[in-house]
């Protein structure tokens, strides 16, 4: 597999209680993992507003685990693409471990208002700032 | 929203570590809630080998996120669909609470034995049940 | 080893995802459990104000990790003992598996106002329910 | 507070789903850090055998919340002191966050063998590290 282009990457050191009796990271661990680089790939456009995880509701996710991941090593947590729409973000992720993919995801998420909780539209700065970065 | 057809069921108490700072329950914790369906409605199938965690892998999870789920009061974890290929199982849940359906899940595992780690036929005992409860 | 005597009981089953590489229940999910009986006690003392995990923090935590605790079989969290202070509020927990003791564990809460973060005296009220549980 | 003098430190990134609906850092998330300065403390004392989780059992822990930790800045979780005994081992962590500490941890583990699960000496190698690094 061929890593995808990179808009986001961040190194983490998969934590002991995340494994399972398995012997590998649980599958539940993932799906935070998948949740830090989310919110790590919107921090990084930083001179925007709406780049905290209080603007931004999780609609779907979905993992595919390609791989089983291991404690041990670290990885590398990467946003490969991101789509806007009027008040949505797609984002594709991928995990690597030891030179392979081991978990592919893709989530999207609304812009909201915390207080009223309904959707609005992507600010057009953090708008071009998405749209620059792919 | 109308409840599917129920092949297993379970209510728990959410958690307060399972919120996050935005009020409601965590997007990981549901993923964790997930697992907790499918273990326990594979487990139900008991009579049969290979009901027990050591004998699955998962290797894809889709959550859509219809409504908020919160802390105080019970949830429901429905498993609604289930449908066997050669060494996959895949199943439907839905999580409900206080009438409303708040999540939809859908989730790939393989029979696969935990010392070689690679997949194999999921036996005939346990097909015959999974094809009798749907 | 015997029970304490019983303030409050509530039974769960382990999760598999609160397992570790080490094939038994990870210390960190101990301590959420922990969390649910002290949430869940003092939700029990109902027709009291003031019994919201919003109106108490943690301020200690002590845990002896006496037995392993496994996957498969339900395990029941009791509160033993309550002590109640001008503010503070201290219980005594234990974790039970098959008729074993897996775990002793002590927490200290401070009644506190969570617009002010300041602590405030535990009301009359409750102070009553609580001493008459012990 | 003065921060105690250093045998370990490693700096993290709170994460989102660690909070809590308090809006700062749940008291488990915690319990987890704490495993990871634990377990990061004792893996740095490579070239010794024996330095692997699954080498050692958590017995006891203690954890003081001396104030509420928050999402947005990063931390850094120190280990202040181990001292050793025949197969025990008792860390002191300190948990900092913008100049301030406010978490304060005491554990003891115990070198055991996973096969047989019975505590065993610690090796001479590893113990004058551990004598060395205090």
């Known amino acids: 597999m061929q890593k995808g282009s990179l808009l986001f990457s961040q190194t983490i050191s998969p934590r ?3 494994t399972d009796a398995l012997g590998h990271i649980n599958n539940v661990s993932i799906a935070g993992w998948l949740e830090v680089s989310r919110i790590g790939f919107i921090a990084s ?3 925007s507003d709406d780049v905290s995880p209080n603007d931004w509701a999780l609609v779907s996710l979905q993992i595919d685990y390609l791989k089983e991941t291991f404690f ?3 990885v590398e947590l990467r946003i490969t693409d991101a789509s806007v729409g009027n008040s949505s973000l797609t984002m594709l992720s991928e995990i690597w471990q030891n030179g392979q993919q081991t978990v592919r995801g893709k989530a ?15 600010p057009d700065s953090l708008r071009k700032q998405l ?3 792919c």
Chains 1, 2, 3, 4 share one sequence.
């Open 16 to 18: 002991f209680y995340e």
């Open 45 to 47: 456009l930083g001179g």
């Open 72 to 74: 041990g090593t670290d």
């Open 108 to 122: 999207t998420l609304v812009h909201f208002d915390a207080t009223s909780k309904r959707s609005k539209r992507i």
């Open 131 to 133: 749209q620059a970065s």
